[in-house]
């Protein structure tokens, strides 16, 4: 029956025939020198002449050898004494051995080994290159800082579940600007109820707006964070020149109190460039001033048209080297050509080149001076600007206003279309106003804490590493004033690791406004009454001089600073 059915093949009842022809299709695509391998003395000859399988993972020296073959090092991989190495995880076997790709960083976590984090920063805990002077104080850091995790050998246990009471006592001493002062080393620690009031006030920080779903610190690059957040904003108008109008309020509040020195700096952080105002008397300037990285040619364009007096300091300065290397450059060059002079005999000197007296004359000869199209204005200018639109969007951007321009600053920036973006996961959202003190429409913020205690392999043994760790927009004021808590409570020895929002860093740029005979006089005068600690004024009053980079590391041993930029 099966064979009246057209077309019916009952192949899959005879299996051999199917093997039959598998076999056929082997032994017409061996290779010839397949054949020709002449079998083991003794051994019946294979009835398959099939080749032998590659084996994938050969590359991996997992294929079995034959005695006296040489086995390959393999790359970076370092055998343990006393036994073999470790086992290669599965998604290594999938990669070539030629490719030295770098692994992937693992998020920390809190049973994540703390000496291991430094790898990232290759600053090793042990040994980290600092400077060999230890000081007493370190440097005023004006970079805003997005993570700091301190590690000590005294556990951090009184930085744990503060009471109530503690916490309310914290904010009460913020808001009064009590002034705490610590004894140098505290025995008990988690006992000391000073000592954890001092750490709340000390994670206390100021911020507008405050859409609590929403992080909003750092802005630059942040719109892969932000995105799929409510924003009922974007797509009015209406709501987005309320938010606006209550923005400019809280700056307008911030300034007053700036100029009023009630309040020591505060900063705007857009999604494109952030801005630093510092009252008259910090980083060395009796002025009020104010900083603006990173910027482009149309930004400082828009604000030439506003009237706004600013200066590129550090694109001043790279000219300035230049041009004392040139000079320099072409003083050797007289030098040589007087004495190429001297050794030539007389009459032979060179005449003078008559190329810049003659440059277009030639042109004039020919009689087409007038076809010759002469370059506009524009051209000219923006070849005048060519160095300054280089360093757009570069740390080097950076741009200072000083004294009374910072009003008109303020006036451009309120008014300042750019300021807020059209589109994309931030379209219609205010900047971000942080601040040390509070302001108008300003709303209290916490820095997040928490402690972590870990195992660190020294030498032959474990030994415990307590750390703690803190989150959030970190100021110049709270660093200094969780370290000045730190000294006391571990004893002075301890090291921190600083994570720095890079586009913050250049401001630490020493921008040449010291006045000494000034500042000094105004700090004692009128300073003192915005808010923060005296010690952390004064560190705050100095001079910048970590210069475009800001602090990575720092260690203290024996009540003495060291750090590394």
């Given at each position: 029956?099966?064979?009246a059915v057209?077309?019916?093949?009952?192949?899959?009842?005879?299996?051999?025939?199917?093997?039959?022809l598998?076999?056929?299709r082997l032994?017409?695509?061996?290779?010839?020198?397949?054949?020709?391998a002449?079998?083991p003395?003794g051994a019946?000859?294979?009835?398959l002449s099939?080749p032998?399988?590659r084996?994938?993972?050969?590359?991996?020296d997992?294929?079995?050898?034959?005695?006296?073959?040489?086995q390959p090092?393999?790359?970076?991989?370092?055998?343990?004494?006393?036994?073999?190495?470790?086992a290669a995880?599965f998604?290594?076997?999938l990669?070539?051995v030629?490719?030295?790709?770098?692994?992937?960083r693992?998020e920390?976590?809190e049973r994540?080994?703390i000496?291991?984090?430094?790898?990232?920063?290759?600053?090793?805990?042990?040994?980290?290159e600092i400077?060999?002077?230890?000081?007493h104080e370190?440097?005023?850091?004006?970079?805003?800082?997005?993570?700091?995790?301190?590690?000590s050998?005294q556990p951090f246990?009184?930085?744990?579940?503060?009471?109530?009471?503690?916490?309310a006592q914290g904010?009460?001493?913020?808001c009064r600007?009590t002034?705490?002062?610590l004894?140098?080393?505290?025995q008990e620690?988690?006992?000391s109820?000073?000592?954890?009031c001092?750490?709340?006030?000390?994670?206390?920080?100021w911020?507008?707006?405050s859409?609590p779903?929403?992080?909003?610190?750092p802005r630059?690059g942040?719109?892969?964070?932000?995105?799929?957040?409510?924003?009922?904003?974007?797509q009015d108008?209406?709501?987005q020149q309320?938010l606006?109008?209550?923005?400019?309020v809280s700056f307008?509040?911030?300034?007053n109190?700036?100029?009023?020195k009630?309040?020591?700096y505060?900063?705007i952080c857009?999604?494109?460039?952030t801005?630093?105002?510092?009252?008259?008397?910090?980083?060395g300037?009796?002025?009020i001033?104010?900083?603006i990285?990173?910027?482009?040619?149309?930004?400082r364009?828009?604000m030439?048209?506003?009237g706004?007096e600013f200066s590129?300091?550090?694109?001043?300065d790279?000219?300035?080297?230049k041009?004392?290397n040139?000079?320099v450059?072409l003083e050797?060059?007289v030098?040589?050509?007087?004495?190429?002079?001297?050794?030539?005999?007389?009459?032979?000197e060179p005449a003078p080149?008559d190329?810049d007296d003659?440059?277009f004359?030639w042109?004039?000869e020919?009689?087409?001076q007038d076809?010759?199209?002469?370059p506009d204005?524009?051209s000219?200018?923006?070849?005048k600007?060519?160095?300054e639109?280089?360093?757009?969007?570069k740390?080097?951007s950076?741009a200072l206003v000083?004294?009374?321009n910072?009003?008109t600053?303020l006036?451009?920036?309120?008014?300042c279309k750019?300021l807020?973006a059209?589109?994309g996961?931030?379209?219609?959202?205010?900047?971000?106003l942080l601040?040390p003190?509070?302001?108008?429409?300003?709303?209290?913020?916490?820095?997040k804490a928490r402690s972590?205690n870990a195992?660190?392999r020294v030498r032959?043994a474990?030994?415990d590493?307590f750390?703690l760790e803190i989150?959030?927009?970190?100021m110049p004021?709270?660093l200094h004033s969780?370290?000045?808590?730190l000294?006391s409570a571990?004893?002075?020895a301890f090291?921190?690791?600083?994570?720095?929002?890079?586009p913050t860093?250049v401001?630490?740029?020493d921008?040449d406004?010291a006045s000494p005979?000034?500042?000094?006089?105004t700090?004692?005068k009128?300073l003192?009454t915005?808010?923060?600690?005296p010690?952390?004024?004064d560190?705050l009053?100095?001079?910048p001089?970590l210069?475009?980079s800001?602090?990575r590391?720092?260690?203290?041993?024996?009540?003495a600073?060291?750090?590394?930029s």
């Amino acid at each position: 029956a099966a064979s009246a059915v057209p077309d019916y093949s009952p192949g899959f009842k005879k299996p051999p025939a199917m093997l039959r022809l598998k076999r056929k299709r082997l032994r017409r695509s061996d290779p010839p020198l397949a054949a020709a391998a002449p079998s083991p003395c003794g051994a019946a000859p294979r009835a398959l002449s099939t080749p032998a399988r590659r084996n994938p993972f050969s590359s991996l020296d997992n294929a079995p050898r034959a005695a006296g073959t040489h086995q390959p090092r393999e790359r970076g991989r370092r055998p343990q004494a006393g036994g073999s190495p470790p086992a290669a995880p599965f998604w290594q076997l999938l990669e070539p051995v030629c490719e030295d790709k770098p692994s992937r960083r693992a998020e920390p976590s809190e049973r994540t080994n703390i000496l291991a984090l430094t790898d990232d920063l290759h600053l090793p805990v042990a040994e980290p290159e600092i400077p060999s002077s230890p000081r007493h104080e370190f440097p005023a850091d004006w970079s805003i800082k997005t993570r700091l995790l301190f590690m000590s050998s005294q556990p951090f246990t009184w930085a744990e579940h503060l009471k109530a009471q503690e916490e309310a006592q914290g904010f009460a001493q913020h808001c009064r600007a009590t002034e705490t002062n610590l004894p140098q080393s505290i025995q008990e620690p988690k006992l000391s109820t000073e000592l954890r009031c001092a750490f709340q006030q000390s994670l206390v920080y100021w911020l507008h707006p405050s859409l609590p779903w929403m992080q909003l610190f750092p802005r630059i690059g942040a719109d892969r964070k932000i995105a799929g957040k409510a924003s009922p904003w974007s797509q009015d108008e209406a709501l987005q020149q309320v938010l606006m109008s209550d923005w400019s309020v809280s700056f307008t509040s911030l300034y007053n109190l700036l100029k009023a020195k009630l309040c020591p700096y505060f900063y705007i952080c857009t999604y494109q460039f952030t801005v630093l105002f510092r009252a008259a008397g910090l980083a060395g300037s009796d002025v009020i001033t104010a900083v603006i990285s990173p910027t482009t040619r149309g930004l400082r364009e828009a604000m030439r048209n506003e009237g706004i007096e600013f200066s590129l300091p550090l694109v001043e300065d790279s000219r300035t080297r230049k041009q004392r290397n040139s000079e320099v450059n072409l003083e050797a060059e007289v030098a040589n050509s007087l004495k190429a002079g001297n050794s030539m005999e007389d009459g032979e000197e060179p005449a003078p080149s008559d190329e810049d007296d003659e440059s277009f004359s030639w042109l004039e000869e020919m009689g087409v001076q007038d076809k010759v199209k002469k370059p506009d204005a524009i051209s000219i200018k923006l070849r005048k600007e060519k160095h300054e639109v280089q360093v757009d969007h570069k740390p080097e951007s950076l741009a200072l206003v000083k004294g009374t321009n910072t009003f008109t600053l303020l006036n451009f920036l309120i008014n300042c279309k750019s300021l807020v973006a059209v589109a994309g996961p931030q379209a219609g959202l205010p900047p971000t106003l942080l601040s040390p003190v509070a302001f108008r429409g300003g709303t209290m913020q916490t820095l997040k804490a928490r402690s972590i205690n870990a195992k660190a392999r020294v030498r032959l043994a474990y030994e415990d590493i307590f750390s703690l760790e803190i989150v959030g927009p970190v100021m110049p004021h709270s660093l200094h004033s969780l370290t000045t808590l730190l000294k006391s409570a571990q004893r002075g020895a301890f090291s921190a690791i600083l994570y720095t929002h890079e586009p913050t860093a250049v401001f630490n740029a020493d921008l040449d406004n010291a006045s000494p005979a000034l500042y000094k006089e105004t700090v004692c005068k009128d300073l003192p009454t915005c808010g923060l600690h005296p010690k952390t004024l004064d560190q705050l009053s100095q001079c910048p001089t970590l210069g475009k980079s800001s602090i990575r590391f720092l260690d203290m041993k024996d009540y003495a600073y060291t750090w590394k930029s």
